[in-house]
């Protein structure tokens, strides 16, 4: 099947489901209020976009540099540094820290990375237990699923389904519909395996540069715990997230809780910048960095696409998008959904196998105008849905020119001929206004949803012209 | 892993066209309020995230310590015995009746893990600070006051001075130039553990403390 075909297929299923459907309007628009709300004063919305983009833009045109700095400055205060090109380097890198410890059960804190890895995956496979500590991502992991959004992962979720997923999975626990008795329910389960762990994993949403510190924004305080109680804590984090300065964190920590949820701050924000010093009583002995690129330094290569590595993974382009809040996260395919994941997973996975997502846009401008760091989405996407198609391949992006068809070419082709030569093109609207009225009603895929257009008995040159018009 | 580390900054640094640093202003303009006005957001935003906060005075603070645990009919309640608190709530405690137990540990976590995790009701620590604008407390734990004290045991009760509110977290930053050394682990504390991963429905008391209360020393 082609990517096309699957991807109208997951669609077309998403589309079919009207709970899912109701699951993902009814929070989208909550999660568009809480920021709309969060922001009552425009004008300073628009400030604060521009001083995040900025401090963004700034620490990725300083990349390289505020690596190294960042590496320097966690192995000074004590944390491993390890870089991995590719997720089997990551995953691999994971393991073998388990193995020195001879751990077999790790509890995680939610990270977007670790789904991108497919890290639990790989590590059931070597024997490992991997148990989700966030709640949404708890309640996918019961039910074998990828998580649906980015902050809140177990959204296409009712209650009543996690009811029920909570007593297929935990039998001895009474049957519940209350959001509050499930939730305590959770922290009964989980409760034990934060003891237990022997590995802590998290991800990190700022990696500070100047201090080597690592932040955390989180909620439920499962970061806290993932990173605190057991004695080893392992942190992976895309090679973009880094920052300049301390000073850089205070306003777009205020951007990404304001746009994800409407917070003016989460519950908890970590900020961990080493293991556990002597005379103290608590903490991991030993924290890990994985810095993962996997495509991103290849994305860093273009001057266009470079601006999607800005993001902080704040989720607000999809709760804005109206692609996303009719068909959900897990039509899209890759971990992450929406206008963000259209640009970047395409990028990371091949156009090959995932270019059709840049067509999951009705190029609204939505998402443009809510990202906290102004990635011109809309942009982007139009790039992608050209990097696909061109013909010649010069560029970075994986998968270039893959989607290109030779008939959809020669049709474009014959398109720009017509409107470039004028007689060519004055008798082809004379034409198609003469035989208007045998354009048959039913065009294909177009009218299937949609009346079909009429041609307009005269033409907009015409019309000038009777109008007396001389210069059009 | 070093072939790895050296492939990727090759080809960061492969990029042909340097990019240019765009002029960063951080938005860094501290509010004008006063001591009052910082102690009034600090108090209505922590409630507004289900925060408990009583306003008390340095002489008497540990006494409303102890008519709030007891209150609740705790158990027990965990404290720091060489911590800076320590002084005031024995001696609440030498003078009131029918208190929680005090518990002291001052072993390694890894030694009393079980303990901590299925037997202690609650703890409480000083703070470094609070911030105003969104109202957070601010935590450098300390080898008297470890970190699992604010996030193991269901209830946390926290001590904070009004003199020692900021602005907001940037001034936090600035003022006390954390730059220039960060603590093993910092953390800000907002209010109880919470989360909406359920149909975006808040609910409070996830893994982290169920209970947050706020003794605000003005």
Request: proline share 6%; hydrophobic share 40%; charged share 25%.
């Amino acid at each position: 099947m082609t990517q096309k075909a699957e991807f109208d297929q997951r669609v077309k299923q998403a589309l079919d489901n009207p709970q899912l459907r109701r699951n993902f309007r009814v929070t989208m628009d909550g999660l568009m209020e809480k920021r709309d709300k969060a922001f009552p004063d425009k004008a300073f919305l628009e400030e604060l976009r521009t001083i995040g983009a900025n401090i963004r833009a700034n620490a990725l045109a300083r990349q390289p540099e505020l690596l190294e700095q960042l590496e320097a400055n966690c192995t000074r205060n004590g944390i491993q540094v390890h870089w991995a090109e590719t997720i089997e380097q990551a995953n691999r890198i994971v393991l073998d820290i388990m193995e020195r410890h001879h751990a077999t059960r790790m509890i995680k804190g939610k990270s977007m990375v670790s789904e991108e890895m497919q890290m639990n995956h790989f590590l059931e496979a070597k024997g490992k237990s991997c148990v989700e500590s966030d709640l949404g991502e708890y309640i996918i992991q019961l039910d074998n699923e990828a998580p649906s959004h980015i902050i809140a992962p177990a959204i296409h979720k009712s209650k009543q389904e996690v009811a029920r997923l909570f007593k297929a999975k935990h039998p001895d626990i009474p049957y519940s519909e209350d959001i509050d008795t499930l939730t305590r329910s959770a922290r009964q389960i989980l409760r034990r395996k934060f003891h237990d762990a022997e590995i802590g994993l998290s991800g990190v949403n700022f990696a500070v540069a100047e201090t080597g510190t690592l932040c955390l924004v989180e909620n439920e305080g499962n970061g806290r715990l993932c990173t605190t109680v057991p004695p080893v804590h392992i942190a992976v984090t895309g090679i973009e997230k880094v920052v300049e300065k301390l000073a850089d964190v205070p306003p777009l920590l205020k951007l990404l809780t304001r746009s994800a949820t409407g917070q003016h701050i989460t519950t908890y924000f970590n900020m961990i910048s080493s293991p556990r010093k002597p005379g103290e009583r608590d903490g991991p002995k030993e924290v890990h960095l994985v810095l993962l690129d996997n495509q991103r330094s290849r994305i860093y290569g273009d001057s266009e696409l470079f601006d999607s590595l800005r993001c902080i993974r704040c989720g607000a382009c999809m709760n804005h998008c109206p692609v996303y809040t009719r068909i959900g996260g897990h039509a899209y395919g890759p971990p992450i959904p929406g206008p963000i994941g259209s640009v970047i997973e395409p990028q990371k996975f091949g156009l090959e196998n995932f270019g059709v997502l840049a067509t999951a846009s009705t190029l609204c401008g939505a998402c443009g105008e809510a990202c906290p760091v102004r990635i011109p989405l809309p942009k982007l996407l139009h790039r992608l849905r050209y990097e696909q198609v061109r013909e010649d391949r010069t560029g970075a992006t994986i998968g270039q020119g893959s989607q290109r068809s030779g008939k959809e070419a020669l049709i474009w082709k014959l398109w720009s001929w017509i409107h470039a030569t004028p007689l060519v093109y004055r008798s082809a609207t004379r034409l198609a206004s003469l035989f208007r009225n045998r354009i048959p009603n039913r065009i294909g895929p177009w009218s299937q949803v949609r009346t079909t257009p009429r041609i307009a008995p005269k033409s907009l040159h015409q019309l000038a012209r009777e109008e007396g018009f001389k210069h059009e | 892993m070093n072939k790895a580390r050296d492939n990727i900054l090759a080809r960061l640094r492969a990029r042909s066209t340097e990019i240019p640093p765009v002029e960063l202003d951080r938005g860094f303009r501290s509010p004008d309020w006063n001591r009052q006005q910082r102690i009034e957001l600090f108090c209505k935003a922590m409630t507004s995230v289900r925060t408990e906060i009583h306003r008390v005075r340095a002489s008497d603070w540990a006494d409303r310590l102890a008519q709030l645990v007891k209150e609740r009919k705790l158990n027990n309640l965990l404290y720091a015995p060489n911590g800076p608190l320590a002084r005031q709530i024995e001696a609440a405690w030498r003078n009131g009746e029918a208190l929680p137990e005090l518990v002291s540990r001052t072993a390694e976590l890894d030694e009393w893990k079980e303990e901590l995790f299925f037997g202690i009701d609650a703890a409480i620590t000083s703070t470094r600070g609070g911030i105003a604008e969104v109202g957070a407390l601010i935590l450098w734990p300390t080898p008297q006051e470890p970190r699992s004290f604010s996030l193991v045991p269901p209830i946390h009760i926290a001590v904070v001075k009004a003199d020692q509110l900021h602005n907001t977290f940037a001034d936090a930053i600035a003022d006390e130039n954390w730059q220039a050394g960060m603590p093993t682990n910092a953390v800000l504390i907002s209010g109880p553990s919470k989360s909406a991963d359920i149909e975006q429905t808040l609910a409070y008391g996830v893994h982290g403390p169920v209970e947050l209360i706020v003794l605000l020393i003005e």
